[in-house]
């Protein structure tokens, strides 16, 4: 995108508008995520700015053409967890995969679904939270993130067979979990929660 490229060219020059922009238009979306990992908002809070800074910190070693959301994200993930793995090790906590996801209408949503739906994607939100962690990441980050399956891939670090093998076995799970919901509906129920904004 051109505007994207505008923008990230005034990145690398040290513009403070644009960095104020990109903060503005990806904080949240950065923050919805961390929440994933864990709870604790003002870590996650901290691990955005520190990202921010280190984006303007070493900004002349910026590549000049990069897709933002995906570099935005890849390099939040690996502070994420770093950030929790030091609390783990600070509280002599083990670390395990985690990933969660959370089911949350606003008042809008409530008003408009109709009870039936509230109540299916309430089960699902129970069997997305069966599925293993990176399952359920590739499915946030595709759906909910609006990557492609080669971004996800490239977040995660794992290859793009082993990205769409992981959402092919969720997908698969929730099919069996949920057999008295027919295929079609399902996948429209999936795709419509997973690219709510809010979760």
């Keep these: 995108m051109e505007t994207d490229n505008v923008l990230w060219d005034n990145i690398i020059l040290g ?22 990992y864990v709870q604790d908002t003002a870590l996650i809070k901290d691990c955005i700015q520190d990202l921010f800074l280190d984006l303007y910190h070493y900004r002349r070693n910026l590549s000049p053409k990069v897709n933002i959301r995906f570099y935005l ?15 783990a090790i600070a509280n002599r906590l083990e670390t395990a995969d985690y990933f969660s996801i959370t089911y949350e209408p606003d008042v809008e949503q409530q008003r408009i679904a109709a009870e039936q739906q509230q109540e299916m994607l309430r089960i699902l939100t129970r069997e997305l939270n069966d599925l293993p962690a990176r399952q359920k990441e590739v499915l946030f980050l595709k759906f909910n993130c609006e990557l ?52």
């Design 148 to 199: 492609s399956y080669e971004e996800v891939a490239g977040i995660m670090k794992i290859s793009v067979p082993t990205c769409r093998t992981l959402a092919y076995r969720a997908f698969r799970q929730l099919r069996s979990s949920m057999e008295k919901v027919p295929v079609l509906p399902l996948l429209i129920l999936l795709m419509s929660w997973l690219s709510q904004k809010n979760n």
């Design 73 to 87: 994200l890849r390099s939040f993930r690996r502070k994420i967890h770093l950030a929790v793995k030091k609390y």
């Design 15 to 36: 513009d403070q508008e644009a960095y104020r922009e990109l903060y503005d238009t990806s904080a949240d979306m950065l923050f919805r995520y961390g929440l994933r």
